[in-house]
């Protein structure tokens, strides 16, 4: 008889949002992804990187032309020194990136600090690892680290924390503070990092987001996780990077080999010559999707949902607790089918789900779907 490796897991809630959303042609802020078109000379390059004949496994840490723009891109952002050869790992996605990180350095029995809510794939990574998640709450309303009740949770048994910023599903963002925090805990407790910034472009209201690898003890210490489809507004193209200390590298490029091998030649070199022709290009994502964070919440101002703006990501949480006390999984659907606007519940990125009533919506849409979905959730 089959026994499950992973018998609490099915099809994950952004794939049944997203389909659901489809059958009743209801506006789709549940899964996180834009709807409106990536870079035109990004897909250029695609379609010349293709015909150039560039459609055969490239090596297997990544074309060495993104790898240089990728250091490059670190180099002008944040003013670290990154060694494209020995500390860059191309992947297919920052989720294969992630995977492999834990993968790599989790073995039977280590217990792994996950932040609750946390993005789904993180406890099934440590769970088909033999490790153990131990689910430490983020704090309050905002969202934030309790670095009290964190060091409460690390014991003997603590290999790994794996940290998320700007943070999916909250839209919080992580002080300097709170990273230094992190750099004092993962020090003293011997600590290796896996560190998710796949949003890390996406911080507003003058606020600045922190990289482990601008702090120089943390970064001997930590996978940092990139996503190119969230910089670059092609999520389908399923590309992202992994930048770690050449030892942790080494380690995740022996998963890396086996998982995927490589990523995909020609959106590589697409990337690359993107992100040649257009250095500049990321910064001018804070106040692109800013502006749309606004227009969302203008037009929810008159509806009944409680929120803060945003302050990282492309995700607004509102709670609906002045609406009903319907669960957040079964009013998803039904606000779907009757409302015409799917959602996420916030229920799912949670091991223990506190008493809260809060849905999670993407805000990287055209600016006349969001003014119709928050016209449609006024009427609520
Ligand atoms: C927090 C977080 N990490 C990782 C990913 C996955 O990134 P990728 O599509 O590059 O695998 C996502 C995608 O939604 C995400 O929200």
Known sequence: MLTSKLPKVGTTIFTQMSALAAEHGAINLSQGFPDFPAPERLRQALGKAAMAGRNQYPPMSGLPELREAVARQIQRFRDVVVDPVNEITIVPGATEGIFCAITAV??????????????????????????????????????????????????????????????????????????????????????????????????????????????????????????????????????????????????????????????????????????????????????????????????????????TPST??????????????????????QWTREIGVASIPMSVFYQEPPKKQQLRFCFAKADDTLQEAARRLCKI
């Open 106 to 307: 989790v073995k039977t029995g280590d217990e792994v600090i996950l932040l609750d809510p946390a993005y789904d794939s993180y406890a099934p990574a440590v769970a088909l690892s033999g490790g153990l998640p131990v689910h430490v709450p983020l704090g309050g309303t905002g969202f934030k680290p309790d670095w009290g009740r964190i060091e409460a949770a690390i014991t003997a048994r603590t290999r790994l924390i794996v940290i998320n910023s700007p943070h999916n599903p909250s839209g919080s963002v992580f002080t300097q503070a709170d990273m230094k925090q992190l750099d004092h805990l993962a020090g003293h407790y011997d600590l290796l990092v896996c560190s998710d910034e796949v949003y890390e472009f996406l911080v507003f209201d003058d606020q600045r987001h922190y990289s482990v690898l601008e702090f120089p003890a943390l970064r001997e210490r930590s996978f940092a996780h990139f996503s190119f489809g969230k910089t670059f507004g092609v999520t389908g193209w399923k590309t992202g990077y992994c930048v770690a200390p050449p030892a942790l590298t080494q380690e995740l490029r022996k998963i890396h080999q086996y998982v995927a091998f490589v990523g995909v030649t020609p959106v590589q070199a697409a990337l690359a010559q993107f992100m040649d022709e257009y250095p500049d290009y990321p910064a001018t994502l804070a106040g692109f999707y800013q502006q749309k964070r606004d227009l969302f919440c203008q037009g929810l101002a008159a509806s009944r949902f409680r929120f």
């Open 312 to 333: 990282g990501s492309y995700f607004q949480v509102l709670d609906y607790s002045d609406i009903t006390d319907t669960p957040d999984t079964r009013l998803c659907e």
